[in-house]
């Protein structure tokens, strides 16, 4: 067949990559091509030194971040001074304020803090020594079998993101319904915005795990924002903010939400969240979103950071990637 195997790894030369992952995972020793991060199928090593994303996978890449700079920011910036009348409305009824210009201060305060609140990401604890590849991947990148919640998003990610008009054949291809191969470089990855100071809790989203990597302020360039859970709320293209229009977020920001914000720009930021999710704000990834990239990580408790610190896998992610472990009350 012109293939080389070890174990359970095939390894086609003309290609330069294995041809299927390691079912053993990243153990070093059996996993010859360990820079890979156990994913041939998206990821090369040509010299056994260095992976990279192969040829179909930056394709994908390439075709995500342009439907971001030719479709996606150009109708978010449209809108704004649309989305900035919304957001005086809505600034005037959490107040109670009668007039625009009595909340022009205000606003200006607000967008300022959500144009550049962290990024962060939430993470169980005991997942870090299970982390593959070179980065964050999607829920497209691991499915096996399409369910309720793939169906659901797959439906509301259309509903947003509006593939199926994209001037890229591959952004259009990553509109059909299904498992895809595609989908995994090409749908976004999701995290949460950071509004407020926690002495207690982690990262946006507490709830999905009791560490929080913080991204660096790079990846905010090719990213979009909804004011709430996408997936909850029902989300669609009118609702996505970016960077440079953060108004979309100061009309659909919970009630909770809102009150978050304001205690942490009057600086009273509670000792304790108003609920478990009232920092949250989503945000969406249209690049890629690397390990090494990351500002920190962020653990809640010392339990959890010493364990990380104690397993030799975890140990190997944080080197491997340079990873600045901490723990939150330093």
Do not use: C
Not at 272 to 297: D, T
Not at 303 to 324: G, H, I, M, Q, T
Request: no cysteine; charged share 25%.
């Amino acid at each position: 067949s012109g293939l080389y195997y070890y174990g359970f790894r095939y390894y086609a030369p003309w290609l330069q990559r294995w041809i299927n992952p390691d079912p053993a995972g990243e153990v070093d020793g059996l996993n010859l091509y360990r820079f890979v991060g156990n994913a041939p199928l998206l990821m090369v090593d040509r010299a056994g030194l260095m992976g990279e994303r192969s040829n179909s996978a930056k394709q994908a890449v390439k075709a995500s971040k342009l439907h971001f700079d030719t479709y996606l920011q150009p109708r978010i910036m449209a809108r704004r001074e649309r989305d900035k009348e919304s957001a005086i409305e809505s600034l005037k009824k959490r107040t109670g304020a009668t007039s625009s210009g009595s909340v022009g201060e205000l606003l200006e305060a607000v967008s300022a803090v959500l144009e550049t609140a962290p990024m962060t990401f939430n993470i169980k604890p005991e997942k870090l020594a299970t982390l593959k590849g070179e980065g964050m991947v999607n829920t497209w990148h691991t499915l096996k079998r399409e369910n309720t919640y793939t169906l659901m998003r797959d439906r509301f990610e259309n509903q947003m993101f509006e593939y199926e008009k994209s001037s890229s054949a591959l952004t259009r291809k990553a509109a059909l319904a299904g498992k895809q191969k595609n989908k995994g470089d090409h749908r976004p990855f999701y995290g949460a915005l950071q509004i407020a100071k926690d002495s207690q809790k982690v990262g946006g989203a507490p709830t999905y795990g009791r560490a929080a990597f913080h991204l660096s302020d790079r990846a905010r360039s090719y990213m979009t924002f909804t004011g709430a859970d996408s997936l909850s709320t029902g989300a669609s293209l009118d609702s996505l903010a970016s960077s440079r229009n953060v108004f979309p977020l100061i009309r659909d920001m919970r009630p909770d939400t809102w009150e978050a914000l304001n205690q942490h720009m009057n600086g009273q930021d509670n000792a304790v969240r108003i609920s478990e999710s009232s920092s949250y704000i989503e945000w969406q990834s249209h690049a890629p979103v690397a390990w090494k990239e990351m500002e920190f990580l962020d653990f809640e408790t010392r339990l959890d950071f010493e364990k990380a610190l104690d397993n030799p896998s975890a140990v190997a992610f944080f080197e491997r990637y340079s990873v600045k472990a901490r723990l939150h009350s330093q």
